[in-house]
């Protein structure tokens, strides 16, 4: 099958990622890990043993960084993620209640120190119906933190700017007493992707 334009202008630009080069050569699963890095170097995400839950994992780049800082990680996607050291890895689709159910099952009595969700739904290219599907995971990752972060703890979220946003944004400095939108380096102008990072869990 011949490959349309679109798709060879992707695999070029991809190919040629100053950050999916860096990645392949410093052995981080995906360009992705250089988001959570730089986001980490500004409001010190980690701390050594800390429970991190990582929703939407693979192929892992994010998960990877946080088992390097020390931490007990449990991973979450839709895909297969090949094992990574320090990571407990649950496959299945979060909107799921039994799904679900295994998360908080592998959690215990312990209490997340950092959620981190880099989920996204599979774009359709419909601009409503895919900001819809991304807001319900958004919405669904920040009420799986609010009952199951620490006080004090975090959550760092990707959001699509869109309808919704706002809305979102007002929701969430209701569980944080603080609240800051960041745009790393590695994530593309072009993408309306930013993030979102709630800080200091109320309880």
């Excluded at 699963?29 to 170097?41: G, N, V």
């Excluded at 679900?100 to 599979?122: C, F, H, K, T, Y």
């Amino acid at each position: 099958m011949k490959r349309s334009k679109t798709s060879k202008q992707w695999m070029h630009e991809h190919v040629t990622d100053p950050y999916v080069q860096r990645a392949q050569k410093e052995g981080y699963r995906s360009r992705a890990a250089y988001k959570l890095l730089e986001i980490d170097q500004r409001d010190h995400l980690f701390k050594p043993g800390m429970v991190v839950v990582d929703l939407g994992a693979t192929p892992g780049g994010w998960s990877q960084v946080a088992a390097g800082k020390g931490c007990k990680v449990i991973a979450l996607d839709l895909l297969p993620l090949q094992p990574i050291n320090n990571v407990e890895f649950i496959q299945g689709d979060f909107r799921e209640n039994s799904v679900l159910a295994q998360l908080e099952d592998r959690l215990g009595d312990r209490r997340a120190g950092l959620v981190i969700s880099d989920m996204a739904p599979n774009i359709s290219g419909i601009g409503m119906a895919d900001q819809a599907r991304a807001m319900e995971l958004a919405e669904l990752a920040l009420d799986f933190s609010v009952r199951h972060l620490q006080p004090g703890g975090a959550f760092l979220v990707k959001f699509f700017q869109g309808t919704g946003f706002e809305d979102y944004v007002k929701l969430m400095r209701g569980y944080f007493a603080r609240l800051v939108t960041r745009k790393p380096k590695a994530s593309r102008d072009r993408s309306s992707e930013l993030y979102l990072l709630g800080l200091e869990k109320l309880e």
